[in-house]
């Protein structure tokens, strides 16, 4: 698996949408690599946490989101399933599922059906260690152009996904006392 390789089949190198795709999916694999650190007694798989860190996103090209030179027909919320069909073509299935399951802190049928969100009727909780720790990672890092690179405090990153409801902060808390500083 070359995920880079991957990546320059969907993009153009020299397109700001590259460069702004893998300069944040380059800072979440630095803070997922970090965090299996700390849980390397549970043996965490490093190669697939940096290699589906660096892919959790590759679908946002076919997302609407002109910020960060994304002009699909998608909704944004939509690219991780979109990831998931990708990487499943590409012959990765479990590189897919991190793509699916990253989005918020995880999302369930329930969920899907509630917020009528525009994705098929399934759970879409990250359940492997390697999932859990690139889904907490990603939280940690803002889409805004020009704050790529730069962690977000956790007390920002704990209220952001608050505003998801409690399910979503008790998981985040959960993988945070796990992966990062306890609360």
Known sequence: MEPYKLLEKYYFTN????????????????LALRAAERVKHLNPDLQF????????DIAIFKVNAPKIGCIGPMLYVEHGYLG??????EGYPRHALVCERHVGCGLSAEDIRKYRLPLPERDMIPLSLEEKIICWADKFFSKVP??????????????????YGDEQLKRF???????GQKL
């Open 15 to 30: 397109s700001s949408t590259y460069s702004f795709l893998v300069t944040h999916s380059r800072a979440v694999a630095g």
């Open 173 to 179: 808390d959960e993988w945070q006392a796990m992966f």
């Open 84 to 89: 998931r069909e990708l990487l499943e073509q």
């Open 146 to 163: 020009h704050r790529l690179k730069e962690e977000k405090p956790l007390e920002a990153v704990r209220e952001m996904v608050s505003n």
């Open 49 to 56: 946490i940096e290699e589906a860190a660096l892919l959790h």
